[in-house]
């Protein structure tokens, strides 16, 4: 099964800055908050309604889609 890599995208945005920015740049009035991202990344997981913004700023940004996923079996050892 296909999943985010979360930890990845937060290491190709900058981290919780870059990746704010970055949702400031191509989501305007989105009303996230620095510690809100930052929680996303201390859980390692993005809500599902902030995934699809998530995934356009990557791309937009020139990150593939394919990067910024993983296949769960792989992390299993399956």
């Not at 900058?14 to 908050?33: E, F, M, Q, R, Y």
């Not at 699809?52 to 593939?64: E, F, H, S, W």
């Amino acid at each position: 099964m296909m999943r985010l890599d979360t930890g990845y995208i937060f290491l190709k945005a900058g981290g919780v800055k870059g990746l704010l920015d970055g949702l400031d740049a191509h989501c305007p009035g989105h009303g996230l908050a620095y510690s809100t991202i930052q929680m996303w990344k201390q859980r390692n997981s993005i809500p599902s309604q902030w995934i699809g913004a998530v995934l356009y700023v990557m791309t937009q940004r020139g990150t593939p889609l394919i990067e910024l996923l993983t296949d769960a079996d792989e992390l299993c050892g399956s």
